[in-house]
């Protein structure tokens, strides 16, 4: 575990200093791009090597900002279009990116709830995003660091390869710093 957290924490530093809007205009910068998305995807199926199975990608990720990709290949049901188990998979991971990524490897992220509520049928790959606030993320870490855990919630809206909006995801998440102490904290709050 301790080597995750030092792979997490590390790519989590080259993210800091990708430009997302880098192209093949600026060589340099677009390979530091597409390497930090691609050691994201590596990680997370070094982690979870279902999402990878099932055609799961990180393709964009910043502060506080994060966009994933289900590919439809693969993730077909019974009539062609996408299965309910990969709308799920892409709506879910990316909270525990922004948290792994934006608060680092001393929180752990922990789906507690999650609702999905189906609007179209998918017959493409889909699309996700999640944005977390800058203040969001630091009262989440204060929150965390204070009684060793915080909640926090994220809305999705997943989209099919034409723009259409196909799904929206509720997720509740907890965050829990590891290696939290109570009587720890409580001696270094009181003057």
Known sequence: MA????????????????????????????ARKTGGYAAVNRVIGL???????????????RPGYVRAKIRLKGNKNH??????????LVAEIPG????????????????KEMTLQFLAPANSDVTVEFTLAPETLEAIKA??????????SL?????????????????????????????AAKATAQP
């Open 3 to 30: 080597l995750m957290d030092r792979v997490i924490g590390a790519t989590g530093q080259w993210l800091a200093g990708v430009d997302p809007d880098a192209t093949l205009a600026r060589p340099l910068a677009w």
């Open 47 to 61: 982690s979870i090597p279902f999402a990878t199975r099932n055609g799961f990608a990180v393709e964009e990720v």
């Open 79 to 88: 009539f062609g279009s996408l299965y309910a188990g990969a709308y799920f």
């Open 96 to 111: 525990g990116v922004l948290s792994l990524f934006d608060l680092g490897p001393a929180y752990t992220p922990i789906l």
């Open 143 to 152: 929150e965390a660091d204070t009684t060793g855990r915080a909640a926090f």
């Open 155 to 183: 809305e999705g809206y997943l989209y099919d390869k034409e723009g259409q909006h196909v799904a929206t995801s509720l997720a509740h998440y907890r965050v829990r710093r590891k290696g939290f102490q109570a009587d």
